[in-house]
């Protein structure tokens, strides 16, 4: 039988036993006083805002990169007598009747003489990069949180994405590859989520959502950006893209070092009294900024301290309770077809008859109109791990419908439509309200009990 104690007071039950001051009750909020200290936004912290975005423009070049740099390059007869044409399974055609139109060292393809292995071995190096998101996503999820902080948080991830991106260059088989773009995967996990709490966490609520999306259009310039770094490599080795992609990456987790400020949120909840006050003062206008020396003496820390629990414990309670796990469920299945479609595409499309190029590019912007759903989609960790999950089968999928190019998308539109019949089994799609809460909604759901009970009673 499911437990019926509330989800957010079960976490708080020691404290909620003993009895509080009343005068502490009317304490303000850290957020409140953070946000009166600071304003709603300045000058300052759009440049902060904006410096941590730039995280996703990174970001977004490694999780596509494989896009080019794994492509299955274009070919062309040298002899006809083989029976060798357009449409021949060069497989099955002696070495010296056919060429590839560029280079060998252009793609991995090419070079490592990969044209007739399996899906899973071509496939490996984009699952793989998927694989180390998804492990990544798990074993660094409490770091930005707890020990690390936001802020050295994005700059390691950002740091080992970019090293593991130019040690690549160096990758002799698809092996040595493949391990590398793990690390890749693994480094990269927590960039999106940590920078999107960053930037909340320095503005006022009132901007949230609007710095938020500054992060999301960020990713897609970074997509943007791949199709003409690719163009104007055209010809030139795969190990270029990886150069021009890790190097300005590693400058940045350089700036981010330097310049970007700690969350004065994190450094308060932390202890950090002084550090956060120091913060509050560079990002401040002058004239509130006389205020920070005694606004935080009114503020009572135990709660904001609380309300840090262990991810774990909290994706604990949400299975144990009944109700939650029956709108988790139906959603993370929604999230692993949405993964699977969202980065698979992108990677099946060297398989069309078309400029590459311009499909890519065609592709990202439609990235744009998308930031606000994609925003809204994947703001739970556990739906962006099913997201990216998704994402492991994928490149697999792709590399198995080389042979005629579009069998693929048949999969994904399947694969996504099937996924999206599980929103019928959410009670909001069914007209009922959601709550704002999840106190509420579990003293909604003991309500709806007992009077089932009374009923059958």
């Known amino acids: 039988m499911a437990d019926s104690t509330p989800l957010l007071s079960q976490a708080n039950s020691a404290e909620s036993q003993s009895t509080t001051p009343p005068l502490e009750k009317h304490r303000p909020s850290l957020d409140f006083t953070i946000e009166r200290c600071i304003g709603v936004f300045g000058w300052a912290q759009f440049f902060q805002t904006l410096l941590v975005s730039l995280a996703w423009l990174f970001d977004a070049q490694q999780t596509f990169i494989s896009v080019f740099t794994d492509a299955y390059p274009t070919w062309h007869c040298t002899t006809h007598p083989h029976?060798?044409?357009?449409?021949?399974?060069?497989?099955?055609?002696?070495?010296?009747?056919?060429?590839?139109?560029?280079?060998?060292?252009?793609?991995?393809?090419?070079?490592?003489?990969?044209?007739?292995?399996?899906?899973?071995?071509?496939?490996?190096?984009?699952?793989?990069f998927f694989m180390g998101c998804l492990v990544g996503g798990f074993v660094l999820a409490t770091l930005a949180d707890s020990s690390l902080g936001r802020k050295n948080m994005i700059f390691l991830s950002c740091l080992t994405m970019s090293l593991s991106s130019l040690l690549t260059v160096f990758s002799t088989n698809i092996w040595v590859y493949s391990a590398l773009r793990l690390v890749c995967g693994f480094g990269r996990a927590t960039i999106g989520t940590s920078a999107l709490v960053l930037t909340a966490e320095l503005v006022g609520k009132r901007w949230r959502g609007q710095v938020g999306v500054i992060g999301f259009f960020c990713f897609t310039i970074g997509f943007l950006s791949l199709p003409a770094i690719a163009y104007l490599n055209r010809g030139s080795s795969w190990r270029s893209l990886y150069l021009w992609t890790s190097i300005p990456g590693i400058f940045y987790s350089m700036l981010v070092h330097f310049f970007v400020r700690e969350s004065p949120r994190w450094l308060f909840v932390r202890g950090r009294k002084e550090e956060a006050v120091a913060t509050l003062k560079s990002i401040a206008t002058p004239s509130r900024s006389s205020c920070l020396t005694w606004s935080f003496s009114e503020v009572s820390f135990q709660e904001e301290r609380c309300n840090n629990g262990n991810i774990f414990s909290t994706i604990k309670m949400l299975v144990q309770k009944r109700w939650a796990f029956r709108r988790l469920l139906p959603v993370l299945v929604i999230g692993f077809g949405s993964g699977m479609v969202y980065y698979g595409m992108p990677l099946g499309l060297g398989n069309l008859s078309f400029n590459l190029y311009l499909s890519?590019?065609?592709?990202?912007?439609?990235?744009?109109?998308?930031?606000?759903i994609t925003m809204l989609l994947i703001a739970t960790s556990l739906v962006r791990q099913a997201v990216v999950f998704g994402g492991v089968f994928g490149p697999m999928l792709v590399a198995a419908d080389r042979r005629d190019g579009i069998s693929s998308y048949g999969v994904f539109g399947l694969v996504i439509g099937c996924c999206g019949l599980f929103a019928i089994c959410l009670p909001e799609t069914r007209g009922r309200a959601l709550c704002d809460t999840m106190d509420e909604e579990e003293q909604k759901e003991k309500a709806i009990c007992n009077d089932e009970g009374d009923v059958l009673a």
């Open 360 to 372: 890519v590019t065609l592709n990202a912007l439609a990235e744009i109109p998308s930031s606000l």
């Open 83 to 128: 029976g060798c044409d357009s449409v021949s399974n060069i497989c099955y055609l002696p070495k010296n009747s056919w060429a590839w139109d560029w280079p060998s060292y252009t793609s991995i393809i090419s070079e490592w003489k990969l044209e007739c292995s399996s899906s899973i071995i071509t496939g490996l190096p984009a699952s793989s």
